[in-house]
């Protein structure tokens, strides 16, 4: 066995970087890397996540999700707690992204920086650098939020909605008597 470390940076509008190193087993399960990065940034790990395999250009590739939503179909998702860093790490310099909060899109970058012989007894948070935001400072992301209701009632006039207001006159009910 062996220890791994990851230095997670967490994707932010802030001008100075935040991050954590944090190591753990390479058998530990992707739930256990989620944990230590929930905890060390003082989250409350109460939403979805999910970790993407990544690459150089940090593109999204394999989900390895929190929850089982396959559905039933067999072997469909890769799940956290039945997924063990082992299984994934293939690269030395590995990178990953975490998701969490899908409507909030917390965005964490992951990348593999060192393997030590010695193999932690639980995930260790090594180091943490910068001034972590709190969990509800962020605002839902701008693509999922919901339009201002600001040209509603110019949208009704456009489309006749006005006529309707009053409610149906008995002609309306019945145009033939």
Same mark, same amino acid.
């Given at each position: 066995?062996?220890?791994?470390?990851?230095?997670? &940076?967490? %994707?932010? /509008?802030?001008? +100075?970087?935040?991050?954590?190193? =944090?190591?753990? #087993?390479?058998?530990?399960?992707?739930?256990?890397?989620?944990?230590?990065?929930?905890?060390?940034?003082?989250?409350?790990?109460?939403?979805?996540?999910?970790?993407?395999?990544?690459?150089?250009?940090?593109?999204?590739?394999?989900?390895?999700? &929190?929850? %089982?939503? /396959?559905?039933? +179909?067999?072997?469909?998702?890769? =799940?956290?707690? #039945?997924?063990?860093?082992?299984?994934?790490?293939?690269?030395?310099?590995?990178?990953?992204?975490?998701?969490?909060?899908?409507?909030?899109?917390?965005?964490?970058?992951?990348?593999?920086?060192?393997?030590?012989?010695?193999?932690?007894?639980?995930?260790?948070?090594?180091?943490?650098?910068?001034?972590?935001?709190?969990?509800?400072?962020?605002?839902?992301?701008?693509?999922?939020?919901?339009?201002?209701?600001?040209?509603?009632?110019?949208?009704?006039?456009?489309?006749?909605?006005?006529?309707?207001?009053?409610?149906?006159?008995?002609?309306?009910?019945?145009?033939?008597?």
């Amino acid at each position: 066995m062996a220890g791994i470390k990851f230095r997670v &940076l967490l %994707d932010t /509008s802030q001008k +100075e970087e935040v991050f954590c190193d =944090i190591l753990l #087993s390479i058998d530990d399960d992707f739930e256990a890397l989620f944990n230590a990065i929930i905890e060390a940034y003082q989250f409350k790990g109460n939403q979805m996540a999910s970790f993407y395999v990544s690459n150089e250009t940090w593109d999204k590739g394999e989900e390895i999700s &929190l929850m %089982d939503v /396959s559905f039933g +179909e067999p072997e469909s998702q890769k =799940i956290m707690s #039945s997924t063990t860093i082992r299984d994934i790490i293939e690269d030395p310099n590995q990178k990953l992204i975490l998701v969490y909060d899908f409507l909030k899109m917390w965005i964490f970058l992951i990348e593999c920086i060192g393997i030590q012989e010695e193999t932690p007894e639980k995930p260790t948070l090594l180091l943490s650098i910068g001034k972590k935001p709190k969990e509800d400072s962020k605002e839902l992301d701008e693509d999922l939020q919901m339009p201002a209701d600001e040209n509603s009632e110019e949208e009704e006039d456009e489309y006749g909605f006005q006529d309707f207001e009053d409610g149906f006159s008995e002609e309306d009910l019945n145009p033939y008597t």
